[in-house]
């Protein structure tokens, strides 16, 4: 294995002064309106089980029809300046290089057929998927072979970055990288970042460069930071944002065993009613496989139930917790357009087949988005289409409810 430096000399002898192409509109700012794009680089297709378990060739397959899912003037039409697109790193990583070389022409295709329709994108990596581990696991210090290899091949996905115009396109280095807020000892998730930025700089001057914080990303780790980086204007921040994650996340099998049961919380408060949301849950947990910590799980879930309610969460406390963002931002003088939460959203209530009080999602996503524009932040919702979080019906077509949730144009949905 290279050393990151040697590496990253070898690939910067083929870069020219001032790399990078002029800037469409250098006065205008992209990420506005956008939305997470899955379909294309989030989850590879792999082959075998178990510790068997590989990325398949191609990892990622059928690139143009799932292009062809969509229809980009209409969703511009709708209101969508930019996508997300999420790139599992791990086929890259575990490849040949005429894999990482494949996967990249694949990654260019799907970027200009957007930039043709005059969308912006975000690129950002997710550390492999194959062999479930937290980000952090990468992140084993600045010549631990993980993290080498790792950056290696974020630097690859930099140097096709470079070559679109100048803020029509941008990379964030690593998704929701530390659990932790601030690392107590060693090195800390910012020490990381701060090295990354440093060598993406040299190889592609002006791209435009994500930057966020522990804590999944989330408002508690972004008000954290405070560096020079936040002062240059070729980076931007990135947030998350899932709060209340008792409503954001209810019936969520992939978090803790009590969000998994959790169905009924209704957006805001006082919209329902405690005593219902703990009945619909009850009859939810009947439904899970056994388990021996169902009881704890089910006790678990009323308590945070009661919470929820006793607080009478809604617009009003989702304002204070985004106030939070807006104070840090004034301390750190960042403009209010290079803040853009890259995640948000809440999840579908299915009970079975059916989706349970759909007004309150809708009234979630108004609510966060409305307010995250009043401070001038960009959003990106996550997703547009597939899974829980998506914005369509069936995934056959946009939810037009939705969509003027978001305050998108509805009557122009494709």
């Known amino acids: 294995m290279l050393r990151i430096g040697a590496c990253l000399f070898a690939i910067g002898i083929f870069v ?9 509109d250098p006065g205008q700012t992209p990420f506005r309106h956008g939305a997470s794009l899955v379909e294309f680089f989030r989850f590879p297709k792999t082959e075998g089980d178990g510790a068997s378990k590989s990325y398949a060739h191609p990892a990622f397959p059928d690139i143009a029809a799932r292009l062809a ?3 980009w003037d209409g969703l511009r039409r709708t209101g969508f300046d930019n996508f997300r697109l999420p790139l599992d790193l791990g086929p890259m990583m575990d490849g040949s290089e005429k894999d990482r070389k494949s996967i990249m022409a694949e990654l260019t295709t799907v970027i200009a057929e957007l930039r043709r329709h005059d969308l912006a994108v975000l690129v950002t990596i997710f550390p492999p998927s194959i ?5 952090e696991t990468y992140l084993d210090g600045f010549d631990g072979p993980r993290f080498r290899l790792y950056f290696e091949n974020v630097v690859r996905v930099a140097e096709v970055l470079r070559e679109f115009p100048v ?9 929701e990288p530390q659990s932790d807020c601030r690392k107590v000892s060693g090195l800390d998730w910012t020490d990381y970042q701060e090295f990354m930025i440093g060598w993406i700089r040299r190889i592609a001057p002006e791209l435009t460069l994500f930057l966020t914080g522990g804590c999944w990303s989330s408002i508690d780790g972004v008000v954290l930071l405070d560096s020079d980086l936040l002062r240059d204007k070729r980076n931007f921040v990135s947030v ?19 969000l998994a049961g959790t169905v009924g919380v209704p957006y805001p408060a006082s919209a329902g009613i405690a005593a219902k949301t703990i009945e619909l849950t009850r009859e939810r947990f009947k439904t899970l496989p056994p388990s021996p910590d169902r009881a704890a799980a089910l006790l678990k879930s009323a308590i945070e139930i009661g919470r929820y309610f006793s607080r009478d969460r809604g617009r009003a406390t989702m304002a204070k917790s985004l106030r939070r963002v807006a104070d840090w931002q004034r301390r750190q003088q960042i403009p209010s357009d290079r803040i853009v939460f890259t995640e948000f959203g809440a999840m579908k209530q299915l009970m079975g087949p059916v989706e349970n009080d759909k007004a309150s999602r809708a009234r979630w996503l108004h609510d966060a988005s409305s307010l995250m524009e009043e401070h001038g932040w960009g959003w990106n919702v996550w997703v547009l289409r597939d899974g829980p979080f998506g914005l369509y019906v069936d995934y056959r077509e946009l939810d037009t409810d939705l969509l003027r949730a978001l305050g998108l144009n509805a009557a122009s949905a494709p």
């Open 16 to 24: 020219a002064a001032g790399a990078g192409r002029a800037a469409e």
């Open 167 to 175: 803020g029509a396109v941008a990379l964030e280095p690593m998704n």
């Open 131 to 135: 062999r479930p581990a937290l980000p």
């Open 69 to 71: 899912l969509f229809d």
């Open 240 to 258: 998350h944002f899932y709060d209340p994650v008792i409503f954001t996340h209810q019936t969520a099998g992939w978090t803790t065993p009590f």
